[in-house]
């Protein structure tokens, strides 16, 4: 079955500062990853996919994550965090049961002081 | 483009009441649409998978009595909670699959329901 593992419940990070959110999978075949953000009392907005091509992928608002097949991981990056920047980051993987379903992780929650 | 909506956005009803809660895609059709179940500070949980003029598939665990799906066009998709208790309170999120884009989903806001 796939999963995605997001280790850390929370990242604290200060303003200015690069930030790095992770995510591990576990697939059978060709993963096809994403990121999404989600701000209080809403739902998912989406920020990145990696389906294959080029290991470093880039998004909205300025964030990028790199998958790693070896490390089996597809952390989220972004050089320089903002204080709006805090909100709940989830990663999911595509289900290869069910092309159309996404399985996510427990979500990372990531604070971005001032 | 891409956008989802959902309607009401908080609802609040009594024990024994139905509510229906609306998904619609305003922007582009969506063959399918996903409805979502999150606890507080919980991941999203799958209730099931709507496909247009078809019966939806529900996720292990899912009563379908209980989760009434319509997805009766390809713009708009409907979750009806039955008979609903206390313990149904919780943030409904739907999302839709465009037809063109194979595998990004598209959110919406979310539904707040809360059963006294």
């Not at chain 1, 993987?93 to 379903?101: L, N, P």
């Not at chain 2, 991941?43 to 496909?51: D, E, F, K």
Request: aromatic share 12%; net charge positive; hydrophobic share 35%.
């Amino acid at each position: 079955a796939q999963s995605v593992a997001q280790p850390e419940d929370q990242v604290n990070v200060a303003e200015g500062n690069p930030l790095t959110v992770k995510c591990t999978y576990s697939v059978s075949g060709n993963p096809y990853l994403f990121w999404y953000v989600q701000y209080p009392n809403r739902g998912l907005q989406f920020l990145l996919k990696y389906i294959t091509g080029d290991n470093l992928v880039k998004g909205s608002y300025g964030f990028e994550a790199e998958f790693n097949k070896s490390q089996t991981s597809f952390h989220l990056k972004k050089p320089s965090a903002l204080v709006s920047d805090s909100a709940l980051y989830f990663c999911a993987v595509r289900d290869s049961r069910s092309f159309q379903k996404l399985v996510f992780g427990t979500g990372t929650r990531l604070l971005v002081s001032p | 483009g891409a956008v989802v909506s959902q309607h009401p956005s908080r609802v609040i009803c009594k024990s024994g009441t139905s509510v229906k809660i609306e998904c619609r895609s305003l922007d582009f059709q969506a063959t399918t649409m996903f409805w979502y179940r999150q606890f507080p500070k919980q991941s999203l949980m799958l209730m099931a998978t709507s496909n247009e003029g078809s019966k939806a598939t529900y996720e292990q665990g899912v009563e379908k009595d209980k989760f009434l799906i319509n997805h009766a066009s390809l713009t708009l998709s409907t979750l009806t909670v039955t008979s609903a208790h206390p313990e149904d309170s919780s943030f409904y999120i739907c999302s839709a699959r465009e037809v063109q884009a194979s595998y990004e989903q598209y959110f919406g806001p979310g539904t707040r329901l809360t059963v006294t």
